[in-house]
T-cell receptor
């Protein structure tokens, strides 16, 4: 069965510092992996996605993520965090066809301190 | 371009009442789904549909019904609301490359 684990409920980083949010998944086939961001009171926006090929994927707002099959991980990174990055981040695993549900992790809330 | 439209945005119900959350998409996506979002639990899949006439259960289907008579619409029905169904509900449709497009959410309170 599909599952996603985000071990960190919340993380606090200083503005300008680097960021890494962890995500581990369980999936019976080659996964489609996603990171979504939700700002307070808002809907969810796609940051980036991995389907195949290069294991380092670039997304919007300067985010990137690396797929590591051996570790079943898809960690999100950003070299320098901005105050506007404060939000909740969700990792998800799914597919592109009807047979593959999209399942989300519990989320990591990012706090940015000045 | 409307994308995914959910109504209502806010609703207060009494225990035992019924209601339907409406969801419509104009992107011709085959896959649609409903999630509920609760603090500390992320988004949990309630039901999903892979096309008109086809629905299936997700992670937390109890207490909810769905139907899919057209590609565009995917309503979520609460037949007898319970306080445990107090949540924020999101409808989403999925494109051919797997990306989900979300509605703005519906905040439901059951007293």
């Amino acid at each position: 069965a599909q599952s996603v684990t985000q071990p960190d409920i919340h993380i606090t980083v200083s503005e300008g510092a680097s960021l890494e949010l962890r995500c581990n998944y369980s999936y019976g086939a080659t996964p489609y992996l996603f990171w979504y961001v939700q700002s307070p009171g808002q809907g969810l926006q796609l940051l980036l996605k991995y389907f195949s090929g290069d294991t380092l994927v670039q997304g919007i707002k300067g985010f990137e993520a690396e797929f590591k099959r051996s570790q079943s991980s898809f960690n999100l990174r950003k070299p320098s965090v901005h105050w506007s990055d404060a939000a909740e981040y969700f990792c998800a695993v799914g597919g592109d066809t009807g047979g593959f549900k999209t399942i989300f992790g519990a989320g990591t809330r990012l706090f940015v301190k000045a | 371009n409307a994308g995914v439209t959910q109504t209502p945005k806010f609703q207060v119900l009494k225990t035992g009442q019924s209601m339907t959350l409406q969801c419509a998409q104009d992107m011709n996506h085959e896959y649609m789904s409903w999630y509920r979002q609760d603090p500390g639990m992320g988004l949990r899949l309630i039901h999903y549909s892979v096309g008109a006439g086809i629905t299936d259960q997700g992670e937390v289907p109890n207490g909810y019904n769905v139907s899919r008579s057209t590609t565009e619409d995917f309503p979520l029905r609460l037949l007898s609301a319970a306080p445990s169904q107090t949540s924020v509900y999101f409808c989403a449709s999925r494109s051919g490359n797997g990306e989900l497009f979300f509605g703005e959410g519906s905040r439901l309170t059951v007293l």
